[in-house]
């Protein structure tokens, strides 16, 4: 008698490559007949096909009934069982929405032309821009041999081909783990699908060449996909276009499509339009500072893996019409969404410092690692240490110095909203700025994006303009919200008395450092 399993799907995604390939493998060990039917669209499926019960369009929250038949029936049954339940936990999480379009206050001020893009993984860089050569499923049909050898010389192409590739993922699968491994692993499972090899030798059969068969039973396949209602399932047709250029090329040669790996001889961008996995694990990993992408979804396997690398990564950007000059740098801001092709000196200094800080934040987090993050947000600080003091500091105007001061209350762990903190700053200095004469300022707020009040001081490399006025040295107030009423003027006014106070001036310009200035400061706020 035949089992039967209700199974309610628990999956954010739905049925895609990789859980469908757990369930056909471990189907395919017994020899009873599995039938998987969705029972919200009426889809049935062949469970021993990973292509079919991806078909089935199976989604979160469908219920589907599972019938098995066979003399091992009932242990496949409880192995299934046990897979099913096990299944939540290769589900992934869904991305956090994030704001895109946001230029930070010191990117504002230098006013770039910036190209809007969805953000796939954060993170900017600098390098010249590469374009990587796309191919669709119109091209590949395009170089279709314009003959057949006949079925038998066809079918043992195809089969020749399906082996080469097979070899080829087992041994790519015995070198590699994490999202690289599964990758590699729901791809073997689709090459060694029933169903789909059965389709390719229906083609065959019916007079096409090897390579016509293996385009129409892959656009075939793309068709079922795109007519999912689950934007995850559409996004593996960039799967199948990948096992078919790749089974093409083991069964024609590498040569056949006519094109070569780009090869990265320095830092670069890489422009794509239509970006495979198997095309971006090619690419040299260490030359490989960012990625732009014209139609790659935030949920395909190629963004996957480009969040698992750590590249940052943009996409939805249509660089058809833009002038890329291969000689001329551009920056990736994946963390704004932006791409900027024409950055001026003032623009890429910016994103240096920027760069610079976002490493020493992974360094420094790195570092405290062994340190619960709760429990060292909640430990009360001080409002100077030396820590909060930036000796000679080389920023060339009032924008990189009051970002530079941020970023190091950002490195601090003093605030984990720069950008809004930033904003609040420049909210007092617009209408009335701070400078005090002397050469000093004192630039402040009383703002929600700092978790402890902090008094930062900046001596200056060289002077810089600051509301009419040379300055030299900064006294940054930033003041928590929840401190006691009236604490911002408080502080803002006791440092405005320390300034007047001429021999205090004078000892601060005479400090021979960081330890020095802090000892000075300290103690007269203390008095």
Not at 213 to 230: H, T
Not at 256 to 269: D, G, H, Q, V, Y
Not at 285 to 298: D, E, I, N
Request: aromatic residues 6%; contains cysteine.
């Amino acid at each position: 008698m035949a089992v039967s399993i209700t199974w309610l799907c628990e999956l954010n995604e739905g049925i895609h490559a990789r859980p469908a390939g757990y369930i056909a493998r471990l189907c395919n060990l017994f020899q009873a007949a599995i039938d998987w039917e969705n029972t919200r669209t009426g889809l049935r499926a062949n469970a021993k096909s990973a292509l079919s019960l991806i078909a089935s369009d199976t989604l979160l929250n469908d219920e589907c009934r599972i019938t098995l038949e066979g003399e091992d029936e009932q242990q496949a049954a409880a192995r299934l069982r046990a897979l099913l339940a096990d299944l939540p936990a290769f589900s992934m999480q869904p991305e956090p929405v994030v704001s895109q379009g946001y230029l930070p206050r010191g990117l504002r001020e230098l006013n770039p032309q910036v190209i809007q893009g969805t953000r796939i993984h954060p993170g900017a860089a600098i390098a010249r821009p590469r374009v990587m050569q796309s191919l669709t499923f119109a091209d590949i049909m395009d170089r279709t041999p314009g003959h057949t050898d006949g079925v038998a010389s066809e079918t043992v192409r195809f089969r020749a081909g399906i082996a080469s590739l097979r070899e080829e993922k087992q041994r790519a699968l015995s070198q590699t783990r994490g999202i690289e491994h599964d990758l590699i692993a729901a791809h073997l499972t689709l090459i060694d699908d029933g169903e789909f090899q059965d389709a390719t030798i229906g083609y065959l059969n019916d007079g096409m060449n090897a390579w016509s068969a293996i385009v129409r039973v892959s656009q075939d396949v793309c068709q079922q996909l795109e007519q999912s209602s689950s934007r995850y399932l559409q996004e593996r047709t960039l799967d199948v276009l990948d096992i078919a250029t790749q089974l093409i090329g083991a069964a024609y040669g590498e040569r056949a499509l006519n094109r070569s790996p780009l090869r990265l001889t320095a830092p670069a961008i890489v422009f794509a339009s239509y970006l495979t996995p198997s095309r971006l694990l090619m690419l040299d990993r260490s030359r490989l500072a960012g990625l732009v992408l014209s139609s790659t979804g935030k949920t395909s396997h190629t963004a996957i893996l480009a969040r698992s690398l750590g590249i940052p990564t943009l996409a939805d950007v249509d660089f058809a019409t833009l002038t890329l000059d291969a000689g001329q740098l551009i920056v990736i801001d994946a963390e704004s969404g932006m791409l900027i092709t024409h950055p001026d000196e003032n623009v890429l200094r910016y994103y240096r410092h920027e760069m610079a800080v976002q490493q020493a934040m992974q360094q420094r987090l790195r570092v405290n690692a062994a340190m619960n993050k709760d429990q060292a947000s909640a430990m009360e600080k001080p409002l100077l240490t030396v820590e909060t003091i930036l000796w000679r500091m080389d920023a060339r105007d009032k924008n990189e110095a009051i970002k530079m001061m941020v970023d190091n209350l950002w490195l601090q762990q003093r605030t984990d909203a720069r950008d809004k903190l930033c904003d609040d700053i420049w909210a007092r200095e617009v209408p009335f700025p701070t400078v005090v004469g002397s050469g000093f300022a004192i630039p402040h707020a009383q703002t929600d994006y700092i978790h402890h009040s902090t008094l930062s001081v900046a001596t200056l490399r060289q002077p810089i303009a600051w509301g009419g006025a040379l300055v030299d040295t900064l006294f940054m107030l930033t003041i928590s919200k929840d401190a006691q009423n009236n604490a911002h003027m408080k502080h803002f006014s006791t440092l405005a008395r320390m300034l007047m106070n001429d021999e205090f001036v004078s000892r601060i310009k005479q400090a021979k450092g960081p330890l020095a200035l802090y000892t000075l400061i300290s103690r007269t706020l203390a008095c």
